[in-house]
């Protein structure tokens, strides 16, 4: 018999960690079958504890823009440490990385710096309702912006996995102003903006939906979330915690620019990326409505260790990297051949398929054509998804393991990791189950 340290470490796991994992999604529970307990990961590959190689479209959920052990974040961070992990104090670093955040991106004039995406989302709805002095915000179906409370309705993916309407332990009246709309309904917008506009604090969207998979808000969707939000005098939200750093060096919001000159959330939730794999996220927006944040104003937030040094050394390396010029083309164009293979693999197979990305972020889709919402993109057939992600991980390439996620493509990523990926792909989809 041979030994399977995965299933061994995750029955040991399981005795300590409720579900073996510490975060749901890594449980495997959607597709079936054994979490992969990570070893070591180098580049765009990463090792599990039987010693097997997987090209990672993973990257910690997208943080790792750069691939794994990037020798110029390692140096950072190495020399961060050596300086001490946490002080309690301000540093310069903070201000570094406040300021390269605010130099990519127009629409943040100040932010503040915090640990996760959950958290900064919670941060910024404070603050919304603080500025505006209002109660109601708006959410979509599908979407999600960490686990907060008022947040966690039809929040998608984890939650879309085990099928949790909402999460227990949150009682009605605390989600009580959370209004949750479908994606790219203009008409349902508008009805709600028509009720509860003199009411509604801010609305927050992923604008490119990573929590339902790979779903993007059209333009003339996202131009009435713009025209009502300052019609109405709410805020409107940009949760980039993916998207941002990831999509373009401007986030979503400059992706949305391009076809809306002069476009601009009033707020924007960062993480992931700017942290480049350390606990790290922020939001930030326009001065007079940071300004209302204590110190200064009314609206409370506090962290042990946000703008952490070791943390913020690693995500300034990383914005560097980035930031140079043509990283975003190549990266958008080696993602792009992924698709691109991966549909031609599938009109070979004779599989109905369908894919898009941005920057460095995609979706696909076993449907014949992209789902515009959250209801779509439940129409995949699940048993045919959960085919093609273990005929994928038993060839060595690691994808979402549940159908409601987005993948990430980093720059280490080379042409013949797609080319392998695709190899892969066409293999497995010859033996997907019948529609
Ligand atoms: C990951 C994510 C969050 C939550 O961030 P955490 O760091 O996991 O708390 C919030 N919003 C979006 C869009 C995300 O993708």
Request: glycine share 12%.
């Amino acid at each position: 018999m041979t030994i399977d340290r995965n299933l061994d470490l995750f029955e040991r796991a399981k005795r300590s960690i409720p579900g073996g994992v510490n975060s749901p999604v890594r449980a495997f529970r959607a597709v079936g079958g054994t979490p992969r307990f990570v070893q070591r990961a180098q580049g765009a590959y990463f090792w599990d504890a039987n010693g097997q190689r997987y090209i990672d479209y993973i990257g910690s959920w997208g943080p790792m823009i750069l691939g794994h052990g990037h020798p110029a974040v390692l140096e950072a961070v190495q020399k961060a440490a050596l300086d001490g992990f946490s002080y309690g104090a301000p540093t310069e670093r903070e201000v570094q990385l406040a300021e390269a955040i605010i130099a990519a991106v127009p629409s943040i004039e100040m932010l503040r710096l915090v640990s996760s995406g959950t958290e900064a989302a919670m941060s910024a709805i404070r603050l919304a309702r603080g500025a505006t002095g209002r109660p109601k915000i708006i959410k979509f179906e599908g979407c999600y912006h960490g686990h907060a409370d008022a947040l966690l309705v039809k929040a998608g993916s984890g939650l879309a996995t085990f099928g949790y309407p909402t999460s227990a332990g949150v009682p009605p009246e605390v989600v009580q102003h959370t209004l949750v709309l479908p994606f790219n309904d203009v008409a349902a917008l508008e009805a709600a903006f028509a009720e509860h506009g003199a009411q509604m604090a801010a609305l927050m969207i992923e604008p490119i939906a990573g929590n339902m998979n790979f779903v993007r808000a059209t333009v003339p969707f996202m131009r009435r979330c713009r025209e009502l939000c300052s019609q109405h005098g709410a805020l409107l939200v940009f949760d980039e915690v993916m998207t941002g750093f990831r999509v373009a060096l401007g986030g979503a919001q400059s992706v949305y620019a391009r076809h809306m000159p002069g476009f601009e959330p009033d707020m924007t939730v960062l993480g992931k990326v700017i942290g480049g794999g350390m606990p790290l996220a922020a939001f930030g927006g326009k001065r007079a409505v940071m300004e209302q944040l204590a110190p200064l104003g009314p609206v409370y937030q506090a962290g042990t260790l946000s703008g952490n040094p070791v943390a913020t050394a690693c995500g300034l390396a990383t914005l560097q990297e980035i930031s140079r010029p043509g990283y975003f083309d190549a990266l958008g164009a080696r993602t792009r051949s992924l698709i691109s293979g991966l549909q031609g693999a599938a009109a070979q197979a004779g599989v109905p398929f369908c894919g898009d990305s941005e920057g460095g972020m995609f979706g696909f889709f076993l449907l014949p054509q992209l789902p515009p919402n959250y209801t779509d993109v439940m129409k995949t057939n699940g048993a045919r998804f959960n085919a093609l992600f273990h005929g994928l991980l038993r060839r060595g390439v690691y994808t979402a393991p549940a159908l409601y996620e987005a993948g990430f493509v980093s720059s280490a990523h080379s042409a013949d990791d797609i080319a392998a990926t695709v190899q892969a792909a066409a293999e497995a989809m010859a033996g997907l189950p019948e529609a």
